[in-house]
């Protein structure tokens, strides 16, 4: 429990020490679409849709510019296998559409979940490797610890509330510049079906604090699961 409580705490005190600087921010909308498919021999797909919209954006010395702007789409299939009872494997692949350009990203993970009483906790660790014709190649190892409670009994029924909390920790290389981003992601979700899952929440994302004037981004998630 300690590890988790460093987890919990360092982003709280990395921003408190950005709050002093120089910063800019951004706020928007992150809905997502995910398809989950099960196959044989322990295997599963996931196939996700992804689309940033920006909504408001500012910084500390020019203010705040409202407006909608489309940012980006993000297309990914995950493949993974099972290697054991908590323990799975997984490659993918995503491809980034932007205005001006469009990059690929290859990732692997590795992923181990806890069941515990009353909730689960996922930790997954992942390296990938982003290429596009305008940019240095990015290479970034992530780090995410999640957990999932239901808030009516310890098992989540169909048609029932659920809370999922996240934390997570990207390392970037790009050439050799070094940066480190931080999420802490809240949503509120309800099950559907045995299937289906529908969240809503908060995904706030703190980076370039190293080299350069911290960014905060405030996103509204709102994400879909279906399983079939």
């Known amino acids: 429990m300690g590890f988790v409580r460093v987890l919990i705490f360092l ?7 950005s709050s ?8 928007g909308f992150l809905p997502s679409l995910n398809i989950n498919k099960r196959l044989p021999k322990d295997w599963s797909v996931n196939f996700k849709a992804e689309s940033r919209q920006l909504m408001a954006k500012g910084k500390d010395d020019i203010g705040s510019d409202f407006g ?6 993000d297309i990914s299939a995950i493949a993974a296998k099972r290697i054991g009872i908590n323990t799975s494997i997984g490659l993918g692949y995503l491809i980034r559409i932007e205005e001006d350009a469009i990059s ?4 692997q993970q590795f992923s181990v979940l806890r069941r515990l009483p ?3 906790l996922s930790h997954r660790f992942s390296t990938d490797q982003t290429f596009s014709g305008v940019e240095t190649p990015e290479f970034r190892l992530r780090y ?7 808030l009516e009994g310890l098992t989540l029924d169909p048609l029932e509330f659920f809370v999922r909390l996240n934390n997570e920790y990207l390392n970037s290389l790009e050439g050799k510049n070094y940066e480190l981003e931080i999420r802490l992601v809240g949503f509120l979700g309800y099950a559907i079906s045995d299937n289906g ?3 809503l929440g908060l ?6 604090f190293i080299n350069n004037p911290s960014r905060n981004r405030f996103w509204i998630g709102i994400n879909f699961y279906q399983s079939i």
């Open 11 to 17: 982003p709280l005190f990395v921003f408190s020490l």
């Open 20 to 27: 002093g600087a120089q910063t800019s921010w951004q706020f």
């Open 197 to 199: 899952k529908i969240e």
């Open 104 to 107: 690929h990203r290859a990732n």
């Open 68 to 73: 909608y702007e489309f940012l980006l789409t």
């Open 118 to 120: 009353g909730l689960s």
């Open 144 to 150: 995410r610890i999640s957990t999932e409670i239901p």
């Open 203 to 208: 995904d706030y994302r703190l980076d370039s």
